[in-house]
């Protein structure tokens, strides 16, 4: 059974914030593939109670509410609707970093929260935030971690949850619901005072309602507070760079490095990944090209607590026995390009343009989960369809980012192109959506199943469709939560 496509009522109400300015709208433009349906206005919120005000208006009504949090440009479809008269949600200016708990390492904060005054907040504390690779300025840090966005530093990665915790919801009924250990019927002040924290991300009882949400692209519920873990700031820090000319043998290196528990940052980059991150503009990045080796192994190994630098100095050297051992060197720096540079780019969001437009304007990304061993055959595989579909490969930026202590990996493949060229689009365009079925049949793993790669992910599993079509009419029965994304 189907959940019932929402019927559009012709007026909307005196709404707070509302907004349908046609240029106000376009700022809710998405810039994948999926069909550029416009949103019919915005409504922006600033705090739960009125969230909950356009919930409930929008199921009396029945009018679809595409929840939005990150500034534009947004890439991935989710924000996008799906059909027709849906209404925008945008909880961007619900900014509050609510508590910074420096003893639990957790972090509370609302959905308009970017990674930039994340970094900042925590600073004062003596605390790190757990970064994604270059987040945009405006990206939100919650929204990243629902949507399992990984973080670059694998051994503080324990299951996919992480680093979200706790979260309040407000359901597609308008019910307000905190999950794990927040969850105590009590307000999250009493908690405190009883020195508890909210880190634990099972509950009530022992259901997990947090990982539910995870992944669900707005289609469950509206989160509109999570906390987050985060890491202690180093008192010493080093950041090394292998090279290679294969991104085999740099694998190899990561499955050794994770199976010690070693550094903190680790991850693979492509020469055209590294250049359009370091690169300015076009010419900048066309430079770096021709200079930078074809693979880049990053690894950063921090000192915190008690001897730091006596820490340091240990990981290194059993990273540099591990990097001998394969016919690799840990190096500081390499020509053209120092550790120290890429720390910099590392510690902030991407400055603007963000670093994927910079090569040609505009540019698509495919990305799932394997196992590391595996990574190199979809590479190469997807390499093969982009040279039928005449696209350059030189312009293929790869990251491989190993995740749950290395027992998997994310592979992110960054296609850049020139909206002017027809050519271009369409290869892109064929890639992001067939040629990522190719790989979901060979083996790969769509866990963020984003427009067309729906099809891919829930096709081949009834099971799960009849599953989570159970959920959605229990926690948004009148279907109008994103309506029309993953198998709704």
Known sequence: MNVETPLIQPNLPNL??????????????????VSPMRVRSVVRVNNLEEVQAVVKWAKETRTPLI????????????TAPSVGGAVALDLSA????IRVDRRNRIVMVEP?????????????????????????????????????TPITAPRFHWEPQDPLQCVEVVYGTGDVMRTGSAAIPSSLEAQWELGKAQVRGTGPSQVDFTRLLQGAQGTLGIVTWGSIKCRPSAKHRKLFLVACDQASPLIEMAYAITFKKLG????????????????????????????????????????????????????????AEIARTLGLELQT?????????????????????????????????????????????????????????????????????????????????????????????????????????TLAREGAFFSRPYGPWARAAYDGDPQIVIAQRKLKRIFDPGGILNPGKLCF
């Not at 046609?22 to 700022?27: D, F, N």
């Not at 929840?67 to 989710?78: L, Q």
């Not at 907040?121 to 399992?148: D, H, I, Q, Y």
């Not at 293929?396 to 980012?401: A, E, M, N, R, W």
Request: glycine share 8%; hydrophobic share 40%.
């Open 264 to 319: 903190e940052e680790l991850f693979l980059l492509s020469r055209a990944e590294l250049a359009s991150m370091l690169g300015k503009n076009a010419q900048e990045i066309a430079a770096l090209r021709g200079a930078l080796p074809s693979w880049v192994l990053v690894l950063g190994i921090d000192g915190a607590g008690v001897l730091p630098e006596d820490k340091v100095a240990y990981q290194q050297a059993e990273c």
């Open 67 to 78: 929840p939005v949090s990150s500034a534009p440009p947004h890439f991935n479809g989710d």
């Open 112 to 148: 308009g929260v970017t990674f930039g005054q994340l970094r900042a907040a925590l600073n004062k504390e003596g605390l790190t935030p757990l970064m994604p690779l270059l987040p945009r300025c405006g990206k939100s840090v919650l929204t990243s971690f629902l949507e399992r």
């Open 94 to 97: 619900m900014k509050r970093i």
């Open 16 to 33: 707070p914030n509302l907004l349908s300015d046609p240029q106000i709208l376009e700022g809710y433009r998405d810039e994948s593939f």
């Open 333 to 437: 720096a390499l020509p053209d390009l120092s550790g120290q540079r890429v720390e910099a780019l590392l510690s902030e969001p991407s400055p603007e343009p963000y670093w994927k437009l910079r090569l040609r304007g505009a540019g698509a990304s495919i990305f799932f989960l394997t196992t590391l061993e595996r990574a190199c055959g979809f590479i190469d595989s997807f390499r093969r369809m982009a040279a039928e579909r005449r696209y350059p490969g030189d312009d293929i930026g790869i990251y491989v980012q190993p995740t749950v202590q290395g027992a998997n990996c994310h592979v992110q493949l960054d296609l850049p192109y020139d909206v002017a060229s027809r050519e271009q689009a369409a290869a892109v365009a064929w890639l992001v959506d067939q040629g990522a079925a």
